[in-house]
């Protein structure tokens, strides 16, 4: 069973226009969220997170939001950039127990154009 | 460059072998974090460790393990290997022991084949 669904697998933008990655979850007891980006023949890099105290959380061109009542988030990216273009992965945790597990989406491949 | 370094960054080798996959976290990180990538489950955590002893444990096997030794590197070793084991290993690191998530660097990954 999944617990943190990306239910597109792509997603095409042109630059300078926004890119809306979409995240669900299944589990009540997940308060912070985080997104990461991957890179071809990289690790993921951490890009930015959200607690369940928060709607919204921005960082530059980045913006999280966060609805609890409909279990989703979203991160908006504004205005994208073709150095964007890499994979996206949400993913969520309960930051209240110890010893938690983070838990993936399986990513979003964002494709950046000029 | 994360400063986290992972060591092979290739391994081949068949069905039934063991494999042993070392991860170095950067200068002054006490955690780390293993996780594996697969086409079909995606990226899963597997196991964090902080200072020598296991603090996290995710969808992690039996056949699976993994240690922190006192110079805080870290080994991941995977057992009786199946095909649906090939698979990107990702190590990452951070300063904290709890769940640090959003202050972890991870590393470039060792990618296992399993034939």
């Known amino acids: 069973d999944q617990q943190v669904k990306q239910n597109s697998p792509s997603l095409s933008v042109q630059e300078g226009r926004i890119s809306i990655l979409n995240c669900d979850y299944t589990n009540s007891m997940f308060d912070y969220f985080l997104w990461y980006k991957k890179y071809p023949a990289e690790g993921p890099t951490f890009l930015i997170s959200?607690?369940?105290?928060?709607d919204k959380n921005e960082d530059g061109r980045f913006t999280v939001f966060l609805n609890k009542s409909a279990k989703h988030l979203s991160l908006h990216i504004v205005p994208s950039q073709p150095g964007d273009s890499a994979v996206y992965f949400c993913a969520a945790y309960n930051a209240q127990q110890a010893g938690t597990a983070l838990i993936f989406g399986k990513g979003t491949t964002l494709s950046v154009s000029s | 460059d994360s400063g986290v370094t992972q060591t092979p960054k290739h391994l081949i080798t068949a069905t039934g072998q063991r494999v042993t996959l070392r991860c170095s976290p950067r200068?002054?990180?006490?955690?780390v974090y293993w996780y594996q990538q697969s086409l079909d489950q995606g990226l899963q955590f597997l196991i964090q460790?902080?200072?020598?002893?296991?603090?996290a444990k995710g969808n992690i096997l039996e056949r699976f393990s993994a240690q922190q030794f006192p110079d805080l590197h870290s080994e991941l070793n995977l057992s009786s290997l199946e095909l649906g084991d090939s698979a990107l290993y990702f190590c990452?690191?951070?300063?904290?022991?709890?769940?640090?998530?959003?202050?972890?660097?991870f590393g470039p990954g060792t990618r296992l084949t399993v034939l």
């Open positions: 200068s002054g990180d006490l955690s």
């Open positions: 990452a690191s951070s300063v904290g022991g709890g769940s640090s998530y959003n202050e972890q660097f």
């Open positions: 959200i607690s369940s105290i928060k």
């Open positions: 460790y902080y200072n020598g002893e296991e603090r």
